[in-house]
């Protein structure tokens, strides 16, 4: 599974961004999918996620601005991100669990994977 992310860019505080991560390759669908960030000396944590049963879990400082939506149909992960500000400058990774049943055993095998990363700078 190879993720492809983009919609990453130099804003001002306080405008919006929109990322995009689109998960290619053999699988049946996908499951857990999320966002994280990791700022400059920092460590990577999550923004936003969406668990295989539906469940939207936001990390503090976000909840109220951004906004995580997951398309099955074209197996895409987007983060709408609006009043952005300084302190959401980070490079943004998306990951993605897939399963994809084995047709001998019809036991569900999962792929977890990252995406490169794409850096969003918010100028205050």
């Known amino acids: 599974v190879q993720l492809q992310a983009s919609g990453g860019g130099l804003v001002q505080a306080g405008e919006s961004l929109r990322l995009s991560c689109a998960a290619s390759?053999?699988?049946?669908?996908?499951?857990?999918v999320g966002w994280y960030r990791q700022a400059p000396g920092k460590q990577r944590t999550s923004v936003a996620t969406?668990?295989?049963?539906?469940?939207?879990n936001y990390e503090d400082s976000v909840r109220g601005r951004f906004i995580i939506s997951k398309d099955t149909a074209k197996n895409t992960v987007t983060l709408q991100m609006d009043s952005l500000k300084a302190e959401d400058t980070a490079v943004y990774y998306c990951?993605?669990?897939?399963?994809?049943?084995?047709?001998?055993?019809?036991?569900?095998?999962?792929?977890?994977?990252w995406g490169l990363g794409t850096l969003v700078t918010v100028s205050s």
């Open positions: 990951n993605i669990e897939t399963v994809t049943m084995d047709r001998k055993s019809f036991r569900p095998v999962l792929e977890t994977a």
């Open positions: 390759g053999t699988f049946d669908w996908l499951n857990d």
């Open positions: 969406i668990s295989a049963d539906g469940a939207i």
